[in-house]
């Protein structure tokens, strides 16, 4: 029962009507929050207070239902709501003049043990530590608003609910309070739903925001489109306008087809510089103009909003373009200063731009374009969760700050790194956080060993540096050298390729597959290269990860993931496992998916001595002599069909999953050692118990083996399908 709940919506609407007297305030209201940071928008008077308080049980609903986490909590008492696990603030804060802000603090929390603590609070808002003898009448409005939302955090929800947070506050303390929103979609600890006027915070915070017209949601857009275009929000919110809203006007999705977004106009967005992006001391140094541009803040329809920090999961990083390119040299400068200085020196000689990046967590300040400390405000927690007494806390909190840093950077054209394995730890997270293609280079003592996880699904390049990076001599000089050089190379080949590129090209699609489902890949490609260029991808645990990194950069425009077997090894202990973030991508980016169940039959072990012995007597295949399969049985397929149907029910793109009945591989198949009808029928039943299916989310049954090419034609022609024409979605391979 407790799987099942955590598996299920945080947030379920359904139906839901509210009336004062005769007034029908909520009209059917139908809305799902899966996870994360959902916004809600709308004029004054269309119900998005009363959503908020038919949610936390302050007004009585007439019809309908409200779940969380799968559990009914509609019509129940407004203090069982919330020891079930949903948090509230109101608009207008709700505070007691009488209470200090300690007091208030103290107060909310008992209810719900977690995470959240009063010393968390009074380390995430300084400000309130700093006035916790207060009382709440003497705060000022953003204090009081930081108060109300402490409050709510201490009751440590599955579900905050946020009824205008933003109302009246300065722009600098609207852009705190974004910044702590995403911060906390991005933790994943618990769901948010904003209610919120202000179509800057609401669409800068979730990927898709919701209009309320009338009492009812009117549509959900996505919030890139909706902050980009400045006619669509007068049309349906009146902003800068006082135009009738059309509610059935059919609004055609965002693509190449789609109308241009209009030119920038003056009160488009507007940077805002802060000379001190921190309060200055006696003791203070000039702040370097790299630090007060990261520190700038983008002002967008009135509100102060951080720069670039929703939009980088929605686009791919590769369009993320800005300045011209520059190689990054990165390291930890307080110990490896002299080695890195000298790879820069080598890659400017031959032409290109450098910059020089710090990332030492000792807290000592050396001469670098881009200082330890500048990085370092990167991380949600600041710099002191980076300069701290735990190496390796600092180590990690700093990998952190820089993978966020790297990623706000639209105009890299390589990084190179130097150092022992503390270094390349450091660096190589946000090197796996570029796309594809950038060359990324880590000269370091370790390289001989296993550097998978340095590498990871990306294509970084690894060197031995030989001796240790510990000062430079003859050996040093020459393998630094060779890897600046080889940097440097890969850097200009890939700029000068860019250059030459002809404007068409045809979209790539990712195909994952296995031994065992070869003939269906082979077929499938071989139907598809007309118009697609088909990267396959072998299921192997990396390969899965390679394709969705892929994915996640933009860089495929489809994917067929006929072979998902890294599944089975994620959850029954096998070597080629997937994480826990297989699928991930396709649910963020919302890429057309076909899917199927290959090779969810097995489970995959080296030699047979490795077999662990809670295995054994189960039914086996030596595949050859370090590969050994196991047969999946009807209980683990029915745990893999569930697994793999809840992420399925996080697409929000078009999705086909198809289950061949035929048998999942060529070792299920009439007459195979692996052929369990029992098996594969769990499987199926599993997934179409589990999975919504939807105009868009379908699940497929078909009566052939996953090898049988007639499964193969299927396979094709439902993608086709969902693609649609290639020179209408068309996607350059970068």
Known sequence: MNEARRSAAALEVRGLDVYYGHSHALQGVDLTLESGVFSVVGRNG???????????????????????????????????????????????????????????????????????????????????????????????GGEQQMLAISRALLTNPQLLVMDEPTEGLAPVIVAQVEEMLLRLGEDGDMSVLVIEQNIGVATAVSRNVAIMVNGRINRIIDSARLAADRELQQRLLGVGLHAELEPDLDIPASGPEAKPVPAPRRDGPVRIYISNPTLPTRWSQPVPIARIEAAARTLSTQVARLDDTARRKREPVAAQTAGPPVVLVVGTLDTKGLELRFIRDIIAETGLRTRLVDVS???????????????????????????????????????DAFASWLRRQGNVAGVISAGGSGAASLVAP??????????????????????????????????????????????????????????????????????????????????????????????????????????????????????????????LAGVIDLTTTEVCDLLLGGVFPATDDRLGAIIR??????????????????????????????????????????????????????????????????????????????????????????????????????????????????????????FAAAIVSAFRTLFGRPGARRRLAR
Not at 364 to 391: M, T, W, Y
Not at 496 to 510: E, F, I, Q
Request: overall charge positive; aromatic content about 6%; proline content about 5%.
């Open 46 to 140: 269309m119900g998005k207070t009363t959503l908020c308080k038919a949610i936390m049980g302050l007004v009585a609903v007439s019809g309908g239902s409200i779940r969380l986490r799968g559990e009914d909590i509609t019509r129940r008492p407004s203090a069982q709501i919330a020891r079930l696990g949903v948090g509230y603030v109101p608009q207008g804060r709700r505070l007691w003049r009488s209470l200090s802000v300690d007091e208030h603090l103290r107060l909310a929390g008992g209810l719900r043990s977690g995470a959240w603590t009063v010393e968390r609070i009074y380390d995430t808002f300084p400000r309130l530590a700093e006035r916790k003898d207060h009382g709440g009448g003497q705060l000022s």
């Open 361 to 399: 967590t000792s807290g000592k300040h050396s001469s670098c374009d881009v200082s330890a400390q500048e990085i370092a405000l990167n991380h949600g927690r600041g710099g002191s969760a980076v300069f701290g007494p735990d190496r390796g806390a600092a180590v990690k909190a700093m990998a």
């Open 430 to 555: 946000g090197m796996r956080a570029l796309p594809i293609g950038v060359p990324k280079l880590i000269v370091s003592s370790v390289a001989s060993g296993d550097v998978g996880p340095y590498v990871g699904p990306a294509d970084i390049t690894m060197m031995y540096s030989v001796t240790d990076v510990q000062g430079l001599n003859s050996i040093s000089r020459s393998v630094l050298a060779n890897g600046a050089n080889a940097l440097a190379g890969m850097v200009k080949a890939r700029l000068d390729t860019r250059a030459a590129r002809p404007a068409g090209g045809l979209p790539s699609v990712g195909i994952t597959m296995f031994g065992v489902t070869t003939p269906a890949v082979q077929k499938i490609a071989a139907d598809l290269r007309e118009d697609f260029e088909c990267l396959v991808f072998h299921a192997t645990g990396v390969g899965g990860r390679s394709m969705e990194k892929l994915v996640e950069s933009g860089q």
């Open 589 to 710: 980016t919302r890429v057309p998916y076909i899917g199927s169940v290959g090779a969810l039959d097995m489970v995959n072990f080296g030699a047979p001595d490795t077999i662990p012995e809670r295995y054994r007597g189960r039914k086996f295949h030596v595949h050859n002599p370090q590969v050994t399969l196991m047969r999946t049985t009807v209980e683990e397929n029915e745990r893999i069909g569930r697994w793999i149907g809840e992420r399925l029910n996080q697409m929000d793109g078009p999705v086909r999953f198809f289950l061949p009945e035929g048998g999942v591989s060529a070792l299920d198949a009439r007459g195979q050692p692996f052929w369990d009808p029992d098996a594969d029928a769990a499987l199926f039943r599993a997934l179409e118990r589990t999975v919504r299916q939807t105009g868009h989310r379908q699940l497929i049954r078909t009566p052939k083996n996953i090898n049988d090419p007639d």
